[in-house]
C-alpha cells in the first residue's frame, strides 16, 4: 500500500474487554513495529516483528498484551482485560527490513471506560 | 536500560534562524539513531537515519550528526521557517528495542 494503516482510528471500550488493533505495513516492508504513547508521556516501544518472527517481547507492558504477525504482513496487537492504564494511542510503524527508516501509522486511539 | 534525553524540551526562534537541536543516550552500543518530527494529532515522520558507523546525515536544510562514543547526537536546521514547528523526536535502536527521547517542541515565529 501507498503508506501504513492502522484500524480503528478510534477505538472506546468498557474496562476488561479485550480488544485488538491491527497493522497493515507497506508492502514489501519485512520488520514491523509497534509503540504506545500515552497523554503527556513520550514514545513506549512495545514489540517489533522481523517478518513472522519477534525476537524480542520484553517491552510488553503485561502479560495482558500480545501480538501477532502473519504472512509477514498485517499485524495485530491485542489486550486482554484492559485497564483504564491501557488508554493511550498506539502506533504501528515499518521499514523495508530491520534498521531502516521507520515509516509511521497514523495510530489507534484506544479508550478504556 | 538505555537512557535517551532531549535537550531543550521547548524552543522559540524567530523565521530564517538556525538552530541546534540535543539528543544523548547512555549507552554507545547502539545500531542507528533516527530524528523524527511530529506535528499535532499526526504520527511521526522519519527525517534522518545514522547508522552507528556514520558520522552525519544531510537532507535538504537538515543535518544529523552523531558521536556514538559520547553518546550525543545533533539535529541541525537551517534556515528554518514557520512549517517546521513541530516536535523532533530522537530514537535509538539498540538491536531488538527501540528508545525514543521526550522530545524538543519547536515554535518558528514568522
Known amino acids: 500500500g501507498a503508506g501504513v494503516s492502522q484500524s480503528p482510528s478510534n477505538k472506546v471500550t468498557e474496562k476488561g474487554k479485550d480488544v485488538e488493533l491491527r497493522c497493515d505495513p507497506i508492502s514489501g516492508h519485512t520488520a514491523l513495529y509497534w509503540y504506545r504513547q500515552s497523554l503527556g508521556q513520550g514514545l513506549e516501544f512495545l514489540i517489533y516483528?522481523?517478518?513472522?518472527?519477534?525476537?524480542?517481547k520484553s517491552g510488553l507492558p503485561s502479560d495482558r498484551f500480545s501480538a501477532e504477525r502473519t504472512g509477514g504482513s498485517v499485524s495485530t496487537l491485542t489486550i486482554q482485560r484492559t485497564q483504564q492504564e491501557d488508554s493511550a494511542v498506539y502506533l504501528c510503524?515499518?521499514?523495508?527490513?530491520?534498521?531502516?527508516?521507520?515509516?509511521f501509522g497514523p495510530g489507534t486511539r484506544l479508550t478504556v471506560l | 536500560k538505555q537512557e535517551v534525553t532531549q535537550i531543550p524540551a521547548a524552543l522559540s526562534v524567530p523565521e530564517g534562524e538556525n538552530l541546534v537541536l540535543n539528543c544523548s543516550f547512555t549507552?554507545?552500543?547502539?545500531?542507528?539513531l533516527q530524528w523524527f518530527r511530529q506535528d499535532p494529532g499526526k504520527g511521526l515522520t522519519s527525517l534522518l537515519l545514522i547508522q552507528s558507523s556514520q558520522r552525519e546525515q544531510t537532507s535538504g536544510r537538515l543535518n544529523a550528526s552523531l558521536d556514538k562514543s559520547s553518546g550525543r547526537s545533533t539535529l541541525y536546521i537551517a534556515a528554518s521557517q514557520p512549517g517546521d514547528s513541530a516536535t523532533y523526536l530522537c530514537?535509538?535502536?539498540?538491536?531488538?528495542?527501540?528508545?525514543f527521547g521526550t522530545g524538543t517542541s519547536l515554535t518558528v515565529i514568522p
Open positions: 549507552d554507545s552500543a547502539i545500531y542507528n
Open positions: 516483528f522481523q517478518g513472522n518472527s519477534a525476537p524480542d
Open positions: 530514537a535509538v535502536d539498540t538491536g531488538n528495542q527501540f528508545y
Open positions: 510503524a515499518s521499514s523495508s527490513t530491520q534498521g531502516q527508516r521507520q515509516f
